[in-house]
């Protein structure tokens, strides 16, 4: 290549490509007839190749086999938030320690993630140095998360959520304000367990 090189006189490398094989054009074209795909069948088509785990017709291995277990429809997920986490924004400045520090404040200042599903669960990783005075609001805690708040002065209140009333408090722009949802079953005793 002569003279300055640039985007408008670029060139593909000796042998980068190759001409394509015309198919079906004759013997001498070593394509020619049957362009290489054998007399009848569906191999000749297409449409011809056999699905993906497919065995001839024959009843599949993942169809012979038993199912196992099952998918919990009422599964309960929440999303795990720490003590360090909490004093990471704090001291960032995205969270308000003055207020009270919320589901909602959490998920606008990016502590979780902004699909909450049932809630969010404190934990108490970094109580050792845990060394604010925090009032906290979250759907359950773990003991040991509550103790290194009230250690400190601070509180942690557990508020029980169903989806609508968790709704319309991560979004009040959005949902009509809720009374306040009552816990029934397993939920029932763990939130009249301080009662």
């Keep these: 290549m002569s003279g300055r090189f640039g985007l408008h006189n670029l060139e593909k490398m000796i042998g980068a490509t190759k001409q394509a094989i ?3 054009r004759g013997r001498s074209s070593r394509r020619g007839k049957t362009a290489g795909k054998g007399h009848k069948g569906a ?3 297409a449409s011809g190749r056999a ?4 065995e001839g017709g024959q009843t599949p291995f993942y169809q012979s086999q038993p199912k196992h277990g099952f998918t919990n429809p ?13 004093v990471d924004f704090v001291k960032e400045g995205k969270l308000d320690a003055s207020k009270t520090i919320d589901m909602k404040a959490m998920r606008d200042s990016g502590v979780i993630g902004k699909q909450i599903l049932h809630g969010v669960k404190l934990l108490g990783r ?6 604010h005075k925090l ?11 509550v103790e290194a708040v009230e250690k400190n002065g601070g509180t942690v209140n557990e508020v029980y959520h169903n989806k609508r009333t968790l709704q319309a408090h991560l979004k009040p722009h959005k949902y009509e304000p809720q009374k306040q949802a009552r816990p029934h079953g397993k939920n029932l005793k763990y939130y009249q367990k301080d009662q």
Excluded at 74 to 86: F, G, H
Excluded at 126 to 131: D, I, R
């Design 22 to 24: 015309r198919v079906g």
């Design 43 to 45: 191999g000749q088509h």
């Design 51 to 54: 699905p993906l785990l497919f």
């Design 74 to 86: 009422n599964k309960v997920t929440y999303d795990p938030v720490n003590l360090d986490t909490i």
């Design 126 to 131: 970094g109580q050792t140095s845990f060394e």
């Design 135 to 145: 009032s906290i609001e979250v759907s359950k805690a773990s003991k040991s998360a």
